[in-house]
């Protein structure tokens, strides 16, 4: 049975994951309309593996004998000045989300949840990947400046984006 203070900072968390999949929906709305097909593509695949970290927790919450309380999710941005602050919101939001996370940890750890501390582990290692991810897109926007035709490059790179796999039941 997951203890209180563990229940609502993980239904926090649900609703925290949920707000990113409707951010990153935003962001591929944004793009669609720019006709950036490849960044709107990217976004949406972005979208449903946030669905997939929500489902997660939601499903560990269950798993662990605790209630699942749904959150209103607000709503998110919907404009960005271009291509490279788009993808500069994204990496802050996802430094963001980790930070979460870290505190997710901590609470886990100072109420001596080894349960959840061990689910974690997982939401770390998937933070550092999407930050290295999102990062990686942003400087290279950063170093193209300008250049439509490198900018039109990128997204055509990123439309190959494959269809995220949900992570494993546990």
Request: include cysteine; charged fraction near 20%; aromatic fraction near 10%.
């Amino acid at each position: 049975m997951l203890k209180e203070s563990i229940q609502n900072a993980l239904n926090d968390q649900i609703q925290a994951e949920f707000h990113s999949a409707y951010l990153y929906l935003s962001m591929a709305a944004w793009c669609e309309a720019k006709n950036f097909d490849g960044f709107g593509h990217w976004m949406r695949m972005q979208a449903q593996e946030e669905m997939f970290h929500a489902m997660k927790v939601y499903d560990y919450v269950h798993m662990t004998g605790g209630q699942v309380v749904l959150q209103a999710v607000q709503q998110p941005d919907v404009d960005w000045a271009d291509s490279l602050a788009l993808f500069k919101a994204s990496f802050d939001h996802e430094q963001y989300m980790t930070g979460r996370i870290n505190d997710l940890l901590s609470l886990a750890m100072e109420e001596r949840d080894h349960a959840t501390a061990n689910m974690l582990q997982w939401f770390i290692s998937e933070q550092v990947e999407e930050e290295a991810t999102v990062d990686a897109i942003y400087g290279k926007l950063e170093m193209m400046g300008d250049n439509m035709h490198a900018i039109y490059m990128l997204d055509r790179e990123l439309a190959a984006r494959a269809t995220p796999t949900p992570p494993a039941a546990e």
